[in-house]
């Protein structure tokens, strides 16, 4: 019995097989998705590897991973240092009920509110305000266009800031909406719910009639009871197309701090090609509309080979050689700027957080003139791989982002200034903060280029040679003004004397006239 006891004894040292004992005083709550306590810390351990977790086991993650030598634990022992969690499980872990603390040695995939991006109405709000502050700021990127210049799609007059279309949010906007409605009532609308992904609950509308439940929301509506609410875009009916498909653009935003603000933009995006030619007269047929996959695998015509998907370099070099060379370049800088507008339209608004990363999936439009429009944002962007390519892509993307949130030591360290080399960036491009183009200054002493001096010299000879001319008597068949300065001396003398002697003969004529009569 001493050695059972004994062997009790000693077991009672491993936290993680002895309950705790039920005639404790404090009873303290288990720590919960790999938080601490603030009362009482969870016992630290040398670590010799990365601990981590995550709540959806996709191949592209296990996979770096595994390669980096981590070791998988739940995710409710409190022993990771990297957490992959959902959305939900990330607003879980941040909510005012739960009275803990992350240890300075754990990361996680989400900010707090994180929200404030991905939910449509919450984003259009921020983009709204974002606007107005730069305008009261006096900011030359809040220039707008004259009062008679006709609104387009974004149904604004700003110059630079006009990066989504024309929304409104219902129920609370829906008056709004019915007058911009019948000043076009020939336009086409798309509505979407604010808090939904993968092309859940979208759909067209060309009629009033279709939004009967809005009209009657918005007569009693409250707003801090309404959590129901979607948004109304004005539909982009002239987006670029290829082979006769719409297409949009999924690209990849790596956000490491919102202040101040540190993103990069993964540099291998793809398409995603609707099955279907488009046709703006059906607005019905969502396999002509909407680009989600989770949409178009549907459709008997979906290719499971290709899964309708398009590599960012393809479309470059499409667009390059039907509109021109360099316009793929001016198209990526639109589409940096987009995306730099949008986040720091939610920083001032978004909780930083030094334990946090995000990963964004931008949904971006192109038009037939080459503008981009941002359509929204996903804060769990879809890991899950349809075809070959697009598990070899979705692989690189997780693998770039650990090298660049990872610190050198390897080890998550909430003191790290966030500030990766070179060398781990690799198909990352840092979003610099957006400015104007200055307008060149033509100074005095700059040293002209070779057409300048090419265009002068040219000149000079011709004045030269008009000279020439005018001194051997001949007569140009154009002459410049400027030229008529440089008549030589001599010159002028014999017009003189010419025009004299002319005046003399006429005297003369006049003088025989009254002696013959």
């Not at 009532?185 to 009967?212: E, F, H, M, R």
């Not at 050689?321 to 589409?335: A, H, T, W, Y």
């Not at 503008?371 to 349809?386: A, D, R, V």
Request: some cysteine; overall charge positive; charged content about 25%.
């Amino acid at each position: 019995m001493k050695s059972r006891f004994k062997k009790v004894k000693s077991s009672s040292n491993n936290r993680d097989v002895e309950p705790r004992s039920s005639s404790s005083k404090t009873k303290l709550p288990l720590p919960v998705f790999g938080l601490v306590s603030k009362e009482r810390p969870w016992p630290r351990k040398e670590r010799h590897c990365v601990y981590y977790s995550t709540d959806c086991d996709k191949t592209a993650l296990i996979n770096n991973f595994q390669k980096r030598g981590w070791h998988k634990v739940p995710a409710f022992d409190g022993e990771w240092n990297l957490y992959w969690a959902c959305a939900q499980n990330c607003r879980y872990i941040f909510g005012v009920d739960h009275p803990y603390r992350m240890r300075s040695d754990q990361m996680i995939n989400h900010f707090p509110n994180s929200m404030e991006l991905s939910r449509k109405d919450l984003l259009v709000k921020n983009i709204k305000r974002y606007r107005k502050d730069l305008e009261r700021k006096g900011d030359a990127l809040a220039e707008t266009h004259p009062n008679n210049t006709k609104l387009g799609i974004g149904g604004t007059r700003y110059m630079h800031l006009d990066i989504i279309p024309m929304t409104f949010v219902l129920p609370a906007d829906y008056n709004l909406f019915v007058e911009e409605f019948h000043k076009n009532p020939a336009s086409t609308w798309i509505v979407k719910p604010s808090d939904k992904s993968q092309g859940v609950g979208i759909y067209l509308i060309n009629k009033l009639s279709k939004l009967k439940r809005f009209a009657y929301e918005a007569r009693t509506f409250y707003p801090h009871f309404h959590r129901d609410t979607c948004v109304i875009s004005k539909y982009i009916d002239n987006p670029l197309l290829i082979g006769g498909k719409k297409f949009d653009l999924r690209l990849y935003v790596l956000v490491t701090t919102f202040n101040p603000i540190k993103a990069y933009l993964y540099n291998e995006g793809f398409c995603r090609f609707c099955t279907q030619r488009y046709d703006q007269t059906e607005i019905d047929n969502v396999f002509m509309h909407l680009t989600n996959v989770s949409i178009q695998k549907n459709n008997v015509e979906y290719n499971t080979i290709h899964g309708g998907k398009w590599s960012m370099q393809n479309l470059c070099l499409y667009l390059d050689s039907i509109r021109g060379e360099g316009v793929s370049k001016q198209l990526s800088r639109r589409i940096s700027e987009t995306i730099r507008h949008s986040l720091d339209a939610v920083a001032p608004v978004m909780a930083n957080d030094r334990h946090c990363f995000e990963v964004y999936g931008y949904d971006i439009i192109i038009d037939n003139n080459l503008k981009p429009w941002l359509i929204e944002i996903n804060t769990s962007p879809s890991i899950h791989s349809t075809t070959k390519n697009d598990c070899t892509l979705k692989t690189r993307l997780i693998d770039n982002v650990l090298d660049v949130v990872i610190p050198p030591s390897g080890m998550p360290d909430e003191r790290w200034t966030k500030t990766p080399s070179q060398d781990s960036l690799k198909n990352f491009t840092l979003l610099t903060p957006v400015e104007l183009p200055k307008p060149r200054k033509l100074s005095k002493l700059a040293t002209p280029t070779a057409a300048t001096a090419a265009a002068a010299a040219g000149t000079q000879r011709k004045n030269k040679s008009f000279v020439r001319r005018l001194v051997s008597g001949a007569n140009p068949i154009t002459a410049p003004n400027v030229a008529t300065r440089f008549k030589p001396a001599a010159m002028l003398k014999k017009q003189a004397q010419n025009k004299k002697s002319a005046d003399t003969k006429v005297k003369k004529s006049k003088v025989t006239k009254r002696v013959s009569k």
